[in-house]
């Protein structure tokens, strides 16, 4: 299928969310027009900093009430679009078939327009990495766009990893019945990293894990990350401009999915640390990090560091289609800890001798 023309209309679901009001404010830079799904249009808590976008006044952006449960909401959005950057997170991911239903009834509305010709399905790095046996990581330790997580282990079942096979669920679903529309829309996937950097909007704080992650940080507490891993970042606006790229790209094809990470992976102790070691005139109070894993896995930590050690992150394909640099760990964090000040007056811990700003 052709890229969507320049100026054309692109649908954005979970537009309220970080990565989808990213997503909507790069478009607007970018010339498009956008019509932005939300839960509920009237919530000014969600939605108010989109009305506040360049692209609003002038009838550019629209805001659309769309509930991902209900078939048929997308019908009269999706008519006229020429893209759908599919954003949203589905409210169970261990439900296998509540997924698809989801995935089908939007697939209709796609279908139905007759104008739609390209659809990007926002899934995770947990549908490259996410292991019931973290062993594999040490036996495959190239992360790239072909792997998969061991979808033939005995113990990968929606009620442990329901969010991992959700997403690739979502993926295989829309590339075969993109394949159906017999060339008349194609499917591709990103799969997005750890997003990092800053919010738009005050609840977006407590709408994603990583940016409240560093809020905690900020606030005096955080734990340590599952098994050890390292954060797997990629700077929200990055994740954007990829989501973006492939949209707008004349050389992927359908069923094709393209990871977004900067390739970085910080520790959680060294995140902590750099708070204040990027933005010292804070003068954060640099918490310990709390270790709840039970004591028989604390017993194996060198182990599982070691593993993860290992891994071998890339991100070639992404960068040779649209020529993205992704931004360094250390911008994303101090965007990402500014805003959380400015823009949801988080109050962080503070040393000694230092006071609060504002």
């Known amino acids: 299928m052709p890229a969507i023309p320049k100026g054309g209309t692109v649908a954005v679901t979970g537009s309220a969310g970080f990565i989808g009001s990213w997503v909507v404010r790069l478009l607007l830079d970018k010339g498009y027009r ?32 769309a509930n991902l449960d209900d078939p048929g909401v997308f019908d009269d959005i999706f008519a006229g679009c020429h893209g759908v950057a599919h954003v949203s997170h589905v409210s169970n991911y261990n439900d296998q078939d509540y997924v698809k239903m989801v995935c089908d009834h939007m697939i209709e509305s796609v ?14 790095i947990a549908a490259v990495i996410s292991e019931m046996d973290l062993n594999e990581i040490e036996r495959r ?41 017999g060339g008349e829309w194609d499917a591709i996937t ?36 599952g098994v050890y891993r390292p954060w797997m970042t990629v700077d929200v606006r990055d994740d954007a401009l990829c989501h973006i790229g492939v949209l707008e790209s004349v050389f992927v094809k359908n069923g094709e999915r393209y990871i977004a990470w900067s390739t ?24 310990e990090v709390t270790d709840n894993h039970p004591e028989r896995h604390q017993a194996r930590e060198a182990e599982f560091r070691g593993i993860w050690a290992k891994a071998d992150l890339r991100n ?13 760990f250390e911008v994303s964090l101090r965007d990402c800890v500014e805003s959380l000040l400015s823009v949801a007056s ?6 000694e001798g230092f006071s609060h700003h504002v």
């Open 190 to 225: 990103v799969c997005p990293a750890d997003n990092v950097g800053p919010i738009q909007s005050a609840h977006q704080k407590d709408m994603g894990p990583w940016q409240h992650n560093v809020e905690m940080m900020l606030t005096g507490k955080y734990f340590q990350n």
């Open 111 to 124: 279908n139905k327009s007759r104008t739609v010709g390209r659809v990007v399905v926002t899934s995770s």
């Open 316 to 328: 070639d394909r992404i960068r040779d289609l649209i020529g993205i640099e992704f931004r360094p």
């Open 264 to 287: 970085d992976t910080p520790k959680v102790e060294e995140i902590c640390a750099m708070i204040d070691e990027i933005l010292p005139e804070i003068g954060h109070a640099t918490p």
């Open 346 to 351: 988080v109050k962080p811990v503070l040393r």
């Open 141 to 181: 330790p190239t992360l790239y766009e072909d792997r998969y997580p061991d979808e033939l282990n005995e113990r990968r079942t929606p009620d442990r990893q329901g969010y991992s096979m959700g997403k690739v669920l979502a993926q295989r679903t829309f590339s075969d019945a993109a394949e159906e529309s």
């Open 34 to 65: 956008v019509r932005a799904c939300v839960r509920d249009v009237n919530d000014d808590n969600r939605c108010a900093f989109l009305r506040n976008m360049p692209g609003y006044a002038s009838g550019r952006l629209t805001l659309h009430s």
